[in-house]
């Protein structure tokens, strides 16, 4: 079981090497995510300021925060449904993996958490410090503060364990490009990137959170933002923990279906 | 006569290229079918975005929800179509990479006009529907004195709004040459731009004036047109009238363009095959 622990370890820390080596990516996602940052912000704090808070409760401190920890976020929590694996699944090329003596899915994962950790320095921290410098929220108490990292990883484990199945889909269908792009539009939309989920008319709030897209950013937000206090916190960290088990169990059972269909071509 | 049937024999390679593009496309039903309801889909989710937005909020920056509409439309079908022509320039940086962008440079066509016509992508006309609908329905749901500078104001919106997005897209293939590894930085202003051109621009601070109303005139794609037609109050930098200088706007981003495309090729050495 440990040494099982030090494999995944030993995965992480490569991910998050392998992500270290794409710096000039890395500044050019960031002028993306500043620039688009800047625009969000002059669109909702108008907005903000013709509803007078009156905006699913949110005023100018809390929007910021909404706006600079979602883009500091963006390039570590996977709402673009892209993966490696996705196109080692389609060449046949997984197979190798599958007689290494580790979890296919465990080993996508931890590479991944290691990258986006990585990303969270060169696209994480300047957001964040454009935040502080135009004045936006914290996490509220000591639980916020400490619940904060938690929510934020499972958040980034849950859109993994979800672009996963979509690269395991691949078993059975030709091309997983359509459902990425259904999926790159609506996590977006129902993960509350584009505009909280909030402020969604009642009806559409419910739809949302009756998804796992909220728990990859939406959640993590509202704890780092301080806009969830209190009982609040515990409730979405418990509701990011259940889709996680959720989508970790769907995929494993996918996986043990999709090997049986798996043909490789070739000898 | 000799002339055009001249200009129909240079013009033949483009379009054999083109139409086995498009025949290539479809070949994959299913597939093809999927493409374009999901970039359908796309489309409706950044107009819902846009909705939900002043749904709450009823009036943003002096415009309303049917008033973006018109906005929304004139930006999304300008940007959908240049991105039909143009958009696949996003691919120069895996040619470079891959030195296959030294096969280009052995036949005896423009660079430019080779790398336009070497592909066209069909489910982007997708998005050009949810525009041009987005459009119309913006067209009869808002008060429009219709007179014949009206219709001009609506023409010439749509073809400069067209050539400024098809300009910052070559003005960012001209600095890939530069950047390689780094194309994400110029999806700053081409998508950024993309979204910029949705939005009010009434609510931007100096400094994005700056950067998407004269440096990448995307405010001229949509909204400046838009204040003009429907004649609502301007703000202090965009006056009411500016959405006439429309094709200023796009000769600048044509000239921008140009020079960024001249300086890249030159700056190129060649994938050292």
């Known amino acids: 079981m440990r040494q099982l622990g030090r494999i995944y370890g ?76 996705v196109d080692r699944v389609k060449t046949g090329d997984v197979a190798v993996e599958f007689l290494r003596p580790i979890d296919l899915q465990a080993a996508t994962l931890a590479t991944e958490l290691g990258r986006g950790l990585f990303t969270l320095l060169p696209r994480g921290l300047p957001p964040l410090l454009v935040g502080i410098l135009v004045g936006m929220s914290g996490p509220s108490g000591w639980l916020g503060w400490l619940a904060g990292p938690i929510s934020l990883v499972l958040g980034m484990l849950t859109s993994y364990a979800m672009v996963y199945l979509i690269a395991v889909a691949g078993f059975w269908l030709v091309d997983v490009r359509g459902i990425q792009m259904l999926y790159m539009a609506v996590a977006g939309f129902l993960g509350g990137l584009y505009v909280p989920i909030w402020i969604f008319p009642e009806w559409l709030t419910t739809l949302a959170v009756a998804t796992p897209f909220p728990a990859m950013l939406m959640y993590p937000v509202d704890v780092l933002s301080g806009r969830a206090e209190g009982l609040e916190i515990v409730g979405l960290l418990a509701a990011q923990a259940g889709w996680l088990l959720v989508l970790l169990a769907v995929g494993q059972a996918l996986t043990r279906a999709g090997r049986r269909v798996l043909e490789v071509q070739g000898g | 006569m000799a002339e055009s049937s001249a200009l129909a024999v240079r013009l033949r390679p483009y379009r054999a290229v083109l139409v086995s593009r498009m025949r290539s496309q479809r070949s994959y039903r299913a597939s093809f079918r999927i493409d374009v309801v999901g970039t359908m889909l796309v489309g409706v989710i950044e107009l819902a975005e846009i909705w939900v937005l002043f749904h709450g909020a009823g009036q943003i920056g002096g415009v309303s929800f049917t008033q973006m509409l018109l906005v929304f439309g004139l930006a999304e079908f300008s940007f959908s179509i240049a991105d039909l022509f143009f958009g696949h320039c996003d691919s120069l940086p895996t040619y470079l990479r891959a030195g296959t962008l030294d096969v280009f440079y052995l036949r005896p066509q423009p660079l430019l006009l080779q790398l336009v016509t070497s592909d066209i992508s069909l489910r982007r006309l997708a998005r050009a529907t949810v525009g041009a609908v987005c459009l119309v329905a913006g067209l009869a749901a808002n008060d429009v004195e219709w007179s014949v500078g009206a219709v001009v104001l609506v023409a010439l919106a749509i073809v400069s709004g067209i050539v400024t997005f098809s300009a910052l897209f070559v003005t960012a293939a001209g600095l890939q040459f530069f950047l390689i590894d780094g194309a994400e930085l110029t999806n700053a202003f081409v998508y950024g731009g993309r979204y910029a051109a949705t939005q009010p621009a009434s609510v931007w601070p100096r400094g994005i ?34 959405g006439w200088c429309a094709p200023l706007a796009a ?23």
């Open chain 1, 10 to 85: 030993r995965l992480l820390i490569a991910g998050f090497r392998r992500q270290s080596t794409y710096r000039l990516a890395a500044l050019g996602g960031l002028a993306a995510n500043l620039t688009f940052g800047l625009l969000k912000l002059a669109i909702l704090s108008a907005a903000v300021r013709t509803t007078s808070g009156d905006l699913g409760g949110y005023d100018l401190a809390t929007m910021s925060a909404y706006i600079w920890i979602s883009q500091g976020l963006l390039g570590s929590v996977n709402l673009y449904g892209r993966l490696d694996l």
């Open chain 2, 251 to 273: 000769l600048w981003a044509v000239g921008v363009a140009g020079l960024a495309w001249r300086v890249g090729v030159r700056h190129y050495q060649g994938g050292g095959g």
């Open chain 2, 209 to 242: 004036v700056v950067l998407f109303g004269m440096a990448f005139p995307v405010a001229f794609t949509a909204y400046l047109p838009t204040v003009t037609l429907l004649g609502l109050p301007g703000s202090e930098w965009l006056p009411a009238w500016l």
